[in-house]
Nanobody, 122 residues
Framework: QVQLVESGGGSVQAGGSLRLSCAAS?????MAWFRQAPGKEREGVAS???????SYADSVKGRFTISKDNAKNTLYLQMNSLKPEDTAMYYC????????????????????WGRGTQVTVS
């Protein structure tokens, strides 16, 4: 089990950018960002593994970029062209497992979770 701590959230105007970070207490093979808006289910945003294979939700393709620094055990999410519908609590998740295909965007596939960082776009 790893501890995950997110940072970098905040309030920004539509069209702006934010960069989220997630510091992990140890190495983990697959990591992801999820988000949850009030009254909605948690949804996958982007995932990445140590081979740099990535998956993105259709709603963020072309605007968000996920990356993982294996040496620093840190996950990033660069968010550009932000929209009001991106407003949510963003969570970092991890699972020390290599998937045969691309890293998943399924909540139940991840064992370790951070407490979240709020992103508000107005």
């Amino acid at each position: 089990q790893v501890q995950l701590v997110e940072s970098g959230g905040g309030s920004v105007q539509a069209g702006g950018s934010l960069r989220l970070s997630c510091a992990a207490s140890g190495y983990t093979y697959t990591m992801a960002w999820f988000r949850q808006a009030p009254g909605k289910e948690r949804e996958g945003v982007a995932s990445v593994d140590s081979e740099r294979r990535t998956s993105y939700a259709d709603s963020v393709k072309g605007r968000f970029t996920i990356s993982k620094d294996n040496a620093k055990n840190t996950l990033y999410l660069q968010m550009n062209s932000l929209k009001p519908e991106d407003t949510a609590m963003y969570y970092c998740a991890a699972h020390n497992r290599r998937y045969t295909r691309y890293p998943p965007l399924i909540v139940n596939e991840y064992k370790d979770w951070g407490r979240g960082t709020q992103v508000t776009v107005s």
